[in-house]
């Protein structure tokens, strides 16, 4: 080893030489030790052909763990390595070992270790032309069933003026990853953002990133596929299938147009008649969407129930039987004060027992010296053996 290179969230990076060439060492960090840990959104789609391997993997065992370890090395070397035999610009991989991995090290032209692109001082023009060079990267991925996951100025390495694709181990699959497209627009978003600042255009391009993962499905994806500028994406889509024709209809529109513009009388009459479609086209999806909406807040309205003092059944207040006071809508007596009325009951205080003259019976016999008669129990039991008083 001659000296440390990076730290990094996922590994750490070494400069290690073997005459007369030097390279880079990989050595990745357990999961515990990773600042980048939820990765469970990459793992997604990744499978294996051993059904204990994959059953280990599923309930996450201790065994299971460390397969997924494993598997997150292998797949930075899987995808290298493919990716290298499909010409894309990425670091050639040398040899692998466990949690290290040895691979090509990116210099510049003065034999240094390549600038990120992030520290690269770009023109308008060479922000435009490294944009156009990193989406033929991504598109060439994309073509081999690959989308990087986490691209960023970071991760681009700039040699010779051309772009180096790096740190691949959340590498994911596009054809079993559902998340796949959300994570290739993310990664073009976030090239055209930091290109924007030099060019503003690149924002605007970089808009249509979602195109790629159209003609992806499609399987009519090239390298040489750039995404149209003001294209708009659809609010909605109820398939695949609804989006094609919309993307279909929009470039057969622009055709009319420019067509009509040239003087073609039947562009004309077609282009009108597209139009017309395209309007009923608005017009039934406006339809659904107030229908949606109305659905929805009907659904809201019986979540919630009738409002308070409402009847469950009838519409009219309910009929409260008791606890009714001034609060539940009666008419408040008495002073201002609040003090009852003459020959009113004060609030709060219900009837009174009336009480007799006569003394009230008692639940036990009394005998004459004032003492009641216990007529069972214990206290019976004892006036047994007592016997009775003097004077019964």
């Known amino acids: 080893m001659v000296c440390p290179l990076k730290s990094g969230k996922e590994a750490d990076l070494f400069v290690v030489e073997r005459e007369p060439y030097h390279y880079v060492a990989k050595v990745y960090k357990e999961r515990k030790h990773r600042n ?42 899987d995808a290298l390595t493919r990716l290298s035999a499909a010409g894309a610009r990425v670091p050639r991989v040398l040899a692998h070992h466990e949690n290290v991995l040895i ?10 270790l390549a600038p990120q692109l992030a520290q690269v001082h770009l023109t308008p023009a060479g922000a435009q032309e490294m944009y156009d060079m990193i989406l033929e990267q991504v598109v060439l991925m994309l073509l081999n069933d690959l989308v990087h996951g986490d691209l960023s100025p970071y991760n681009v390495l700039v ?7 790096i740190d691949m181990p959340q590498c994911v699959s596009a054809a079993h990853n559902l998340q796949a497209n959300k994570m290739l627009e993310r990664d073009v978003h976030a090239i055209s953002r930091f290109l924007g600042l030099v060019n503003p255009a690149i924002r605007k391009q970089g808009e249509g990133a979602w195109q790629l993962w159209i003609e992806y499905e499609r399987g009519t994806l090239v ?9 708009k994406r659809p609010t909605q889509v109820d ?9 279909k209809a929009t470039a057969e529109e622009a055709e009319l147009e420019k067509r009509a513009e040239e003087g073609d009388p039947d562009a004309r009459a077609l282009l009108r008649a597209s139009q017309r479609r395209a309007a009923k086209r608005a017009r039934r999806a406006q339809e659904l969407k107030e229908a949606e909406a109305e ?13 308070p003092g409402q009847a469950q059944g009838g519409g009219g207040k309910r009929k409260r039987r008791r606890g009714r006071g001034r609060g539940d809508g009666e008419r408040p007596s008495g ?7 003459e020959g009113e009951r004060p609030p709060g205080k219900g009837r009174r027992k009336r009480r007799s003259g006569k003394p009230a019976e ?13 007529t069972f129990g214990a206290g019976r039991r004892r006036r047994r053996r007592r016997g009775p008083k003097s004077g019964d």
């Open 159 to 165: 040699r010779e003026g051309q772009p180096v694709i």
């Open 103 to 112: 691979m090509e090290m990116i210099c510049d032209e003065q034999g240094q």
């Open 335 to 341: 002073d201002a004060n609040g003090r009852p009325a």
């Open 362 to 374: 008692s639940a036990q016999p009394v005998n004459s010296g004032g003492a009641s008669t216990p």
């Open 239 to 247: 398939d695949v299938e609804g989006l094609l024709d919309f993307v």
């Open 223 to 231: 390298p040489e596929f750039r995404p149209e500028v003001g294209l």
């Open 295 to 307: 659905a929805e807040a009907a659904a809201k309205r019986a979540a919630e129930g009738p409002p």
């Open 36 to 77: 980048f840990k939820n990765d469970a959104g990459y793992r997604e789609g990744r499978k294996d052909k051993n059904t204990r391997n994959q059953r280990a993997l599923s309930k996450g065992t201790r065994y299971g763990q460390k397969l997924a370890e494993e598997a997150w090395h292998r797949s930075e070397v």
